[in-house]
């Protein structure tokens, strides 16, 4: 599979489904700048592994003049952009009964403020050849959270995740106002929403849930790379506004 360009930014590269991203994209020609908050060393490893450069910048993504900062050190040290793939993200528990304001904020700041301005700093270096912009959104985007009445009720207030759902719900909608107006500069923006994904995220994901995933498993970092390289492909030149589930079937729409 041939990718639209040579050139990526992988925001949280240091986690599971970012660094599978990464090698993903270096195994597809392409030179990648991390950006996250911590160091990212198995991910600079593939890419290197895979004969392609790589770089890391270090940046708080609810930090917007950090993030800027980052975007801009890695356009210049890439010599250009053509892929951007917003993997950084942070998960969050709290029903929205009990949650208070700067759990919110914090969470929004980071899952969607920090898209945004990634998003938005990536336009200047890609207006002029085009590019592919892919956010990973997720499934508690789509489903309003997990209906969990088989959970005993003493767990139910710490495993809402309000805040985690709407933010994911924002990426997806930002997604869908960036293609549009991003369009005419031939740049396409898309987001991959996964399930429940083997990650630090889910590393305490409950066996009754698991045995609800029609897939029978939980999916792999790797799973998702491959729909993200699927989206940055030459082939993929069409397709603009679309929120492709990785799910193993937990929720269709
Ligand atoms: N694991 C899942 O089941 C799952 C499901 C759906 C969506 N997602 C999404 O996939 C993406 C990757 O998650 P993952 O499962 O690999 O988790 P992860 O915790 O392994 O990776 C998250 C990465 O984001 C980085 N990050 C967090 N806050 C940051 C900040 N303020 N500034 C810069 N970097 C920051 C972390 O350092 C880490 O490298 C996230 O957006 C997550 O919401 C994950």
Same mark, same amino acid.
């Given at each position: 599979?041939?990718?639209?360009?040579?050139?990526?930014?992988?925001? @949280?590269?240091?986690? *599971?489904?970012?660094?599978?991203?990464? *090698?993903?994209? *270096?195994?597809?020609?392409? /030179?990648?700048?991390?950006?996250? =908050?911590?160091?990212?060393?198995?991910?600079?490893?593939?890419?290197?592994?895979?004969?392609?450069?790589?770089?890391?910048?270090?940046?708080?993504? +609810?930090?917007?003049? $950090?993030?800027?900062?980052?975007?801009?050190?890695?356009? =210049?040290?890439?010599?250009?952009?053509?892929?951007?793939?917003?993997?950084?993200?942070?998960?969050? #528990?709290?029903?929205?009964?009990?949650?208070?304001?700067?759990?919110?904020?914090?969470?929004?700041?980071?899952?969607?403020?920090?898209?945004?301005?990634?998003?938005?700093?990536?336009? &200047? %270096?890609?207006?002029?050849?085009? &590019?592919?912009?892919?956010?990973?959104?997720?499934?508690?985007?789509?489903? @309003?959270?997990?209906?969990? %009445?088989?959970?005993?009720?003493?767990?139910?207030?710490?495993? @809402?995740?309000?805040?985690?759902?709407?933010?994911?719900?924002?990426?997806?909608?930002?997604?869908?106002?960036?293609?549009?107006?991003?369009?005419?500069?031939?740049?396409?923006?898309? +987001?991959?929403? %996964? &399930?429940?994904?083997?990650?630090?995220?889910?590393?305490?994901?409950? $066996?009754?849930?698991? +045995?609800?995933?029609?897939?029978?498993?939980?999916?792999?970092?790797?799973?998702?790379?491959? *729909?993200?390289? #699927?989206?940055? +492909?030459?082939?993929?030149?069409?397709?603009?506004? $679309?929120?492709? /589930?990785?799910?193993?079937?937990?929720?269709? /729409?």
């Amino acid at each position: 599979m041939t990718l639209a360009g040579t050139t990526a930014i992988v925001s @949280g590269g240091s986690g *599971a489904i970012g660094g599978a991203i990464a *090698a993903r994209l *270096a195994a597809g020609s392409c /030179d990648v700048a991390l950006i996250d =908050r911590t160091p990212a060393p198995a991910a600079v490893a593939a890419i290197q592994s895979a004969g392609r450069r790589a770089f890391e910048f270090s940046a708080d993504l +609810a930090d917007a003049g $950090e993030t800027r900062h980052a975007i801009e050190q890695a356009v =210049r040290a890439l010599g250009g952009l053509a892929i951007l793939v917003n993997a950084a993200g942070v998960t969050s #528990f709290g029903s929205a009964a009990e949650l208070e304001a700067p759990e919110w904020d914090r969470v929004m700041s980071i899952n969607l403020r920090g898209v945004f301005i990634c998003c938005q700093a990536a336009l &200047g %270096p890609m207006k002029q050849h085009g &590019g592919r912009i892919i956010n990973i959104g997720s499934v508690l985007g789509k489903n @309003g959270g997990n209906a969990r %009445p088989w959970l005993d009720p003493s767990e139910q207030e710490s495993s @809402g995740n309000v805040a985690y759902g709407v933010s994911k719900a924002g990426v997806h909608m930002l997604t869908l106002y960036l293609a549009r107006e991003f369009a005419r500069f031939g740049i396409t923006v898309n +987001a991959v929403a %996964p &399930g429940p994904i083997i990650s630090g995220m889910t590393r305490t994901f409950p $066996e009754n849930l698991r +045995a609800l995933i029609p897939a029978g498993r939980m999916g792999r970092p790797e799973e998702v790379a491959d *729909a993200v390289a #699927f989206l940055a +492909a030459a082939g993929s030149s069409y397709i603009t506004g $679309e929120i492709l /589930d990785v799910n193993g079937g937990i929720w269709s /729409d």
